[in-house]
């Protein structure tokens, strides 16, 4: 345990250990937060507290900005117009860097973790050996030099391990109510009246569970595919029909988008 120990507090493991320390409590805080755990009371304190902050940076941002703006005129917009160049060309500088790393599209907490874990878990397992292969050599050399080729093995090696992960972590914003128009959706109900019936549409992502009802007398029922014909913002609810119902030069249309949302509204008319 003594050895172990030795090991975790010796130069550079212990900078590992520390951000590994950082990473591990914020992994803690997205859990808790995660589990949707309230810890604290005084909700209504809190956001008291929380928009009182928020006007006082909205009320600092606009003093910056008029600040900024009169220094921008008396200067003839030359400098900071540079500036602002400068940093943006600094931003998409740093964004091609992690890109070409294989950490693009990646969260920079989840990237930077792994590279912390990784970095630790290198130091801390070729440490001793290091030293003892280059004893010759000065201990503060061998150690810097150790700790700088642990955090660039496991950077490039952290950039690779994550690019399977990149499909995960694309937003798939869930089509609006006027997308769903002319779309078919999948009934989940037993049936479909004039005042209720369930129905799901696959967005590409988890789906979307839709209350539905349907004006005209059918046999719709579970498993059976409907067309949404449009959405009826004070019940909350769309309004769907078979799609038997439709000829069958309508039924070809319903691949494209804009024509199905036509066929939608023609038929809602009626």
Known sequence: MTTFLAALLAFPTA?????????????????IGAAGIDMLDGDSALEGGAKAMSGAFEGGAKATSGILEGGA?????????????????????????????????IPVTVSVSLVVFLSWSLSLLSGQATHSLLSMLPSWLVSTGLGLGCFVVATVASGIAVRPLRPIFI???????????????????????????????????AGLILNVFCDKPNQLKRGQPALILGYDAERGVYEVEPVDWLLPQEMEQLRDPLKAAAIARARAQR
């Open 73 to 105: 005129k008396a200067l003839g917009g030359h400098d900071v117009g540079h500036a602002g160049h400068s940093h943006l060309h600094d931003a998409e500088a740093a964004t091609g860097l992690l890109a070409a790393l294989g950490f693009g599209g």
């Open 15 to 31: 900078i590992f250990t520390i951000l590994l320390g950082v990473v591990l409590a914020y992994w803690l805080c997205v859990i």
């Open 171 to 205: 937003a798939k914003k869930a089509p609006g109510r006027e997308a769903l128009m002319g779309r078919v959706c999948t009934i989940s109900s037993g049936s479909v009246t004039a005042k209720d019936g369930h129905a799901t549409f696959d967005d590409g992502a």
